[in-house]
């Protein structure tokens, strides 16, 4: 009878198996929380999925990215049949997709571990160790938190399975050159392209192999240097640039993103130099109060002349120096920076996204992370031996303050007064706690919130709005002429956000259902002209597109089916849609001009979107149009 002999990778694994249940036992508290931010918007279609047919159009629905994400959106639409139930089997989900990923991140670092020549034992106990730290990293919570950033954790994981697969098989390059060479591309090829459609993060696949090439990896002996040069150069560095290019291509960004955003592609870069530091500082140090969703709006960056800026950018400059310069010397410190700068390409420069989210860390921390762990691990007998004692420790730090803020995400109603009172500039915390105010306290308690934050903060007008339909709702016979004046005045200087738009479409229903005291729908019509006036949202394309799709669908209502249909033939001048070509071909049939709706069909079918998956959509919705409106004409016809 033969016995296994324990070795330290087995205990390294053992270790690993606690630190993963002690992560569950940590983000359970959360699994009660509540759909957020851009769920509903991005998720609320799970409620039309009834069958195969009705999951594919959700699947092939998507708008959050350039290609709608249907990998996502294809688990998502697995789960529609708990949608009602709330937010907590997607949550449990989302949590088993970061458990997966911490699985293939050990994995994915003990073999890069491997690569460079460390024993067996010592890779694992590298690769585990980072793993540990990053799976009960605070920081990363939101991605795990916020049910539709499953889009970057899943993306996350492809990459991950991805990059395994070429570093197996580039283990075999000096045995099987031809085999390893193939299996390199495969695994990049299928891992890139399932991450792309999951989130476009995926793009930075290729990046991420370029920085482990150029910095902890070495070349192989089998492959003549140039040959591997000239192969690195057409399956890394092509896709490396074409990325690198167009995001120079939108560093100015077009005039609509200024206006929405606030600021341009290089105020952008700058500001985003001086979050990267503070990312790096909140992965260190996970306090809960410091973290979360709701961090108010960064101060944008005034220039260079402003000394926090320049330190910030002068000190990345050295960093990325030291890193080129002394990439052979000090590897580790070369891949951390290159990882950490490759990771946030493309959420952490010039595109007009919002500037501060935690998620976009998921992945790219990673590089500091090995890189501490391993030259930790990897130098003196001294400096593990005090490892094996600080590591312990720092988990279950880390694994205090992620229980905590888990416990907070896992409280709704009390998260939303605790948000509003720790950032109370932020109009994402307060329009939050007004959401369950008005569900559990009464539309008088939520409108003392908004008038309060209102006051402080006049240059949020929207919030005008809502507080105008919440007293529409609550005091009907009250009168709201004040709330109108001070809107009318406040709208063509106020901040830009699309809720605008939403609280404008929300009164209207409002009005729609009841009277309400000095506002009526010509009232409503001249605060949405008023809105147009100011140039952040004039400037807008997706705003005027709302503004002109509003009108018509109050023309509708009105029965004004011409002036309906000029409304909606000018929205679809700004930026076409199919939701718009659904209320064009209504509009027509309803006014009983079907061969125009069968012209406006086959024009709209040319402009499909380049997407394959929204051409797909987009052309089944055109040709169950033209059936309504052949159905409606003989129907017309029967009755005359």
């Not at 670092?109 to 010592?122: S, Y």
Request: aromatic fraction near 10%.
């Amino acid at each position: 009878m033969t016995s296994t002999r324990l070795t330290p990778t087995h205990f390294s694994l053992a270790g690993f198996a606690i630190v993963l249940l002690l992560a569950w036992f940590c983000y359970r508290p959360a699994l009660s929380g509540d759909f957020l931010l851009d769920d509903v918007a991005n998720l609320s279609g799970l409620q039309y999925v009834e069958d195969t047919h009705t999951l594919l159009e959700f699947v092939l629905s998507g708008s959050a990215g350039p290609t709608g994400r249907p990998v996502a959106l294809w688990t998502f639409g697995l789960q529609a049949d708990q949608w009602q139930q709330g937010a907590e089997a997607f949550l449990r989900v989302n949590v088993l997709i970061h458990l997966l990923n911490a699985a293939l991140l050990a994995a994915f670092l003990f073999l890069l571990t491997r690569a460079q020549g460390h024993k067996r034992d010592r890779s694992a106990m590298v690769g585990i160790a980072a793993a540990s730290v990053w799976v009960l990293m605070p920081l990363l919570a939101t991605a795990s938190l916020l049910p539709v950033q499953r889009m970057t954790t899943l993306s996350a994981s492809f990459m991950l399975a991805g990059l395994l697969g070429y570093l197996l098989a580039r283990a075999r390059i000096e045995s099987h050159p031809g085999r390893a060479l193939i299996g390199m591309g495969a695994s990049l090829a299928l891992g890139g392209s399932l991450a792309i459609l999951t989130k476009e993060s995926g793009l930075l696949m290729p990046i991420y192999v370029l920085a482990l090439e150029a910095t902890l990896l070495r070349g192989p002996r089998s492959i003549a240097r140039l040959r591997w040069r000239v192969l690195q150069g057409l399956f890394l560095g092509v896709p490396a640039l074409v990325i690198l290019t167009y995001l120079a291509a939108n560093a100015g960004y077009a005039e609509w993103a200024v206006a929405k955003r606030g600021f341009n592609g290089w105020e952008r870069l700058l500001t985003e130099a001086q979050l990267l530091w503070v990312y790096l500082q909140k992965a260190l140090v996970g306090v809960p109060s410091a973290l979360g969703i709701y961090q108010g709006t960064p101060e944008v960056s005034p220039g260079l002349r402003d000394p926090v800026t320049l330190l910030a950018v002068t000190a990345w400059l050295l960093v990325m120096g030291v890193a080129v310069v002394y990439r052979r010397r000090w590897p580790l410190f070369g891949f951390a920076v290159a990882w950490y700068i490759a990771g946030h390409l493309l959420e952490s420069t010039v595109l007009p996204l919002e500037l501060y989210f935690e998620h976009r860390n998921y992945l790219p921390i990673v590089g500091p992370v090995y890189a501490v762990t391993a030259a930790v691990l990897l130098t003196g007998s001294i400096t593990r031996r005090a490892a094996f004692v600080i590591v312990p420790l720092y988990l279950l730090l880390s694994a205090m303050w992620l229980y905590q803020f888990a416990s907070i995400m896992g409280e709704p109603s009390a998260s939303s007064r605790y948000w509003a009172h720790r950032y109370p500039d932020s109009v994402r915390a307060v329009t939050n706690l007004a959401t369950y105010q008005l569900a559990e306290e009464g539309p008088v308690r939520t409108l003392n919130t908004l008038d309060r934050f209102v006051l402080q903060h006049p240059q949020h007008a929207y919030l005008r709005i809502q507080e105008l339909n919440l007293r529409c709702i609550a005091m009907p016979a009250a009168e709201h002429d004040r709330v109108v004046e001070q809107l009318q005045d406040a709208l063509p200087t106020s901040a830009f956000t699309l809720t605008a738009g939403t609280m404008l479409s929300q009164l209207f229903d409002t009005l729609a259902a009841r009277d309400c005291n000095g506002v009526d729908t010509q009232t409503l019509l001249g605060l949405a002209d008023r809105l147009l006036t100011n140039p952040r949202y004039a400037a807008v394309p997706g705003y005027v597109q709302f503004h002109y799709r509003l009108l018509a669908g109050v023309a509708m209502q009105q029965g004004r089916l011409q002036d309906a249909i000029a409304f909606v033939e000018k929205a679809m001048e700004v930026v076409p849609s199919s939701e718009l070509n659904m209320m064009l071909g209504t509009a027509l049939a309803s006014a009983g001009e079907y061969q125009r709706a069968r012209e406006f069909i086959d024009a709209a079918l040319a402009k499909a979107p380049r997407n394959p998956m929204r051409a797909l959509q987009w052309t089944r919705e055109l040709e169950n149009l033209r059936e309504y409106i052949d159905a409606v004409e003989r129907y017309s016809e029967e009755q005359e």
